[in-house]
């Protein structure tokens, strides 16, 4: 029994969505890549901390987590199982694996770059699935091992520029 939906029944889904009132994406868009610069911040407050021996350090994670848990909690507002942690876990892999893209990128690494960037964006689109509650947790797995469906759903949903 074939349950991943068609391109076309997420092009529905998509218009459904933009359709709604109040639903400003690009926004949310934003949101979701602010909320991945406070989970690297966090990360990089607990290194600092450890690697210079400061505990103030710690105290900023801690500050800066409770900032990072509030816009979060805008992005997810309803959660189901782990359905938060794993918004976060995707947006924070998405982010690292931008930053290891940059570095190959910078390293002239271009084609590894390249890779590395369409595995981010792959993360990325899978976050804006589940946060559009497009899949369940549970499909996740199966959804991403294939189809390119999540980028296009992104590509469509988050046109930053169509303001």
Known sequence: MNTKPTLEEFLKKIASIKEKAGVDLSTTEDLSVAVMNLVSLEEHFFFTGVKINKDEYFDTAQ?????????????????????WCIAK????????????????????????????????????????????????????????????????LVNKLAACCDE
């Open 89 to 152: 876990h995707l947006l924070a892999a998405t982010m690292r694996l931008i930053e290891v893209g940059n570095k190959l990128q910078s390293e002239g690494e271009k084609q590894r770059a390249k890779q590395t960037f369409e595995g981010a964006y792959k993360v990325y689109s899978i976050f804006w699935a589940l946060k559009l509650k497009l899949v369940t947790g549970g499909k996740i797995k199966r959804i991403a091992k294939g189809s390119p469906q999540f980028e296009d």
């Open 63 to 83: 500050e800066i987590r409770e900032l990072r848990k509030q816009f979060l909690a805008q992005l997810m507002p309803e959660n189901e199982g782990e359905t």
